[in-house]
Antibody, heavy 118, light 107 residues
Framework: QVQLKETGPDLVQLTQTLSITCTVS????????VHWVRQPPGKGLEWMGA???????DYNSAFKSRLSISRDTSKSQVFLKMNSLQTDDTAKYFC????????????WGQGVMVTVSS | DIQMTQSPSSLPASLGERVTISCRAS??????LNWYQQKPDGTIKPLIY???NLQSGVPSRFSGSGSGTDYSLTISSLEPEDFAMYYC?????????FGGGTKLELK
């Protein structure tokens, strides 16, 4: 069945780089788009960016040039990297699969909670 | 960016009650509006896509409607498992944006 699972550090130091891996199963990254969404504690959802099935990417300009998304199709993994972390980057980070026919996210990972520590 | 405004932010309700959550976009989004439910354990699942299409496995007490800039999610008769957070999301343009959320609480 379709599954997405995020793995990453619990704690990252201020100004350092965050790296999170989304490992998927039950579908191919060359067929489906995968997105990243984050949620600060007690707050709403924020779209960060997408890895398209063709290998391209799109980013929310709110993250300027801090954010990078890449993939390894042979390992069914999508990677998120964000540098220059600040305390307001403390959040739960989710990866989600886009439905192939519509724009909504039909499967979500459980998320990984990352705290940025000063 | 398209701003999504959800109301109310908090909705106390009783079992069996009919409730409606509203979502307004800052510009027309041509029915490209989706609804998600987030449970207290953090898990997120889709409920409604493209305004009014029920995601597979979602109970028929959930329904969606709207057009232009105004959309709504209705739950016809609340069940215990429906008390959760609800978010609308537009996929008409980038960046994708979400409403601020509605917390459906037991009255």
């Amino acid at each position: 069945q379709v599954q997405l699972k995020e793995t990453g550090p619990d704690l990252v130091q201020l100004t350092q780089t965050l790296s999170i891996t989304c490992t998927v199963s039950g579908f191919s990254l060359t067929t489906y788009n995968v997105h990243w969404v984050r949620q600060p504690p007690g707050k709403g959802l924020e779209w960060m960016g997408a890895m398209w099935n063709g290998g391209g990417t799109d980013y929310n300009s709110a993250f300027k040039s801090r954010l990078s998304i890449s993939r390894d199709t042979s390992k069914s993994q999508v990677f998120l990297k964000m540098n220059s972390l600040q305390t307001d980057d403390t959040a739960k980070y989710f990866c989600a699969r886009q439905n192939p026919f519509f724009g909504y996210f039909d499967y979500w990972g459980q998320g990984v909670m990352v705290t940025v520590s000063s | 960016d398209i701003q999504m405004t959800q109301s109310p932010s908090s909705l106390p309700a009783s079992l069996g009650e009919r409730v409606t959550i509203s979502c307004r976009a800052s510009q027309g989004i041509s029915n490209n509006l989706n609804w998600y439910q987030q449970k207290p354990d953090g898990t997120i699942k889709p409920l409604i896509y493209y305004t009014s299409n029920l995601q597979s496995g979602v109970p028929s007490r959930f329904s969606g409607s709207g057009s232009g800039t105004d959309y709504s999610l209705t739950i016809s008769s609340l069940e215990p498992e429906d008390f959760a957070m609800y978010y609308c999301q537009q996929d008409a343009s980038f960046p994708r944006t979400f409403g601020g959320g509605t917390k459906l609480e037991l009255k």
